[in-house]
C-alpha cells in the first residue's frame, strides 16, 4: 500500500486528532507501531506540526470512522489524481551539503575502480553531473591535485545495491555489446562488496620480480663452473710425464 505524504506529520495529526490504534496509523503511514507510540509519548517527532489527511485529500472522514469502530480495519489512501506518479518523478539526486565537498572523491573512486559504468550511471548514482565527471575523468578538474578515491557507499551517497545494480547492467551492457573486455576480464567482474570480501593476492615487488628464476639458474651455472674445477684440478695431478718420474726413481 502506497504511503500519504508527509507520513510522519500525517501519523502527528492522527494521533492527535483520533482513536485510531497505534497499529492502524503504523500501517497507514508506513511507521513501526513503537514509532507511534513514541510519537504519543512525545518521544519521537517533537516539534513535527501535525499535516491533516482530510483537507489534503488522502483520507476521507467516513474511513477515519469506520476504522476508530472497528480495531482490524486498515485505512485505505484516497486515490489522488494529482499524485499519480510522484513516486517515479526522475530528477537529480539530491545530496546532502555536509557530504557535497565528498562527492568529487566519490566520482574519482568510482572512475578507478569501475571505469565500465558510463557518465549517466555515475551522475544518477552520487548526484552529479556529466561535465565534473568528464573533467575528473581526463584530469582536468580544478583540484584534481588534492582528491582521494573514496567509496560512495561509505560516505552514504548511495546505497550498496544500488552500486552493485549499475555495476551489473554496465557488465551486462559490455557483454551484450561483446567489444571492450575479454572473457576473462568479465569473468573477475564482481560486486563491491564480493570484491571487498575476497583476501588480497600475495604479490612479488616488481624490484625483485624474477629473482627466483634468476637465482636458480645461477646456481646451476654455479655447479657446471665448480664441476669444471674438478676436472681442472684432477688434470692438473695426473700430468703425462709422472709415470715417467716413477720410472726415473725405480
Known amino acids: 500500500m502506497n504511503k500519504p505524504i508527509m507520513a510522519k506529520a ?3 495529526w492522527l494521533v492527535d486528532n483520533t482513536t485510531l490504534s497505534f497499529k492502524q496509523i503504523g500501517d497507514f503511514c508506513g511507521l513501526h507501531e513503537l514509532e507511534v507510540q513514541g510519537i504519543a509519548d512525545g518521544d519521537v517527532a517533537a516539534g513535527v506540526k501535525g499535516f491533516d489527511p482530510v483537507t489534503n485529500n488522502q483520507l476521507t472522514q467516513d474511513e477515519i470512522d469506520s476504522a476508530e469502530k472497528n ?3 486498515k485505512l485505505s489512501l484516497k486515490f489522488n489524481p494529482a499524485a499519480v506518479g510522484e513516486e517515479k518523478r526522475r530528477g537529480p539526486r539530491y545530496t546532502p551539503l555536509s557530504k557535497r565537498q565528498d562527492r568529487p572523491n566519490s566520482i574519482l573512486w568510482l572512475v578507478k575502480f569501475h571505469p565500465e ?4 550511471q555515475i551522475a544518477k548514482l552520487v548526484g552529479t553531473t556529466k561535465p565534473t565527471i568528464q ?8 583540484n584534481i591535485s588534492n582528491m582521494q578515491p573514496i567509496d560512495p557507499v561509505a560516505l552514504g551517497l548511495c546505497k550498496q545495491s544500488e552500486l552493485d545494480a549499475a555495476v551489473q547492467k554496465a557488465a551486462a551492457k559490455i557483454a551484450r555489446e561483446g567489444g571492450g573486455m575479454t572473457d576473462d576480464e568479465r569473468r573477475k567482474l564482481v560486486s563491491t562488496e564480493t570484491s571487498l570480501s575476497m583476501e588480497a593476492e600475495p604479490k612479488i615487488p616488481a624490484a625483485i620480480s624474477g629473482l627466483e628464476t634468476f637465482s636458480l639458474s645461477e646456481s ?3 655447479e657446471k ?3 669444471a674445477d674438478v ?4 688434470s692438473f695431478f695426473n700430468l703425462p710425464g709422472g709415470d715417467a718420474d716413477e720410472d726415473d726413481d725405480k
Open 117 to 120: 559504468l558510463t557518465d549517466g
Open 231 to 234: 676436472s681442472d684440478a684432477d
Open 10 to 12: 500525517t501519523a502527528v
Open 135 to 142: 573533467s575528473i575523468r581526463e584530469r582536468t578538474h580544478w
Open 71 to 73: 480495531p482490524l480495519h
Open 225 to 227: 663452473e665448480e664441476e
Open 220 to 222: 646451476l651455472d654455479d
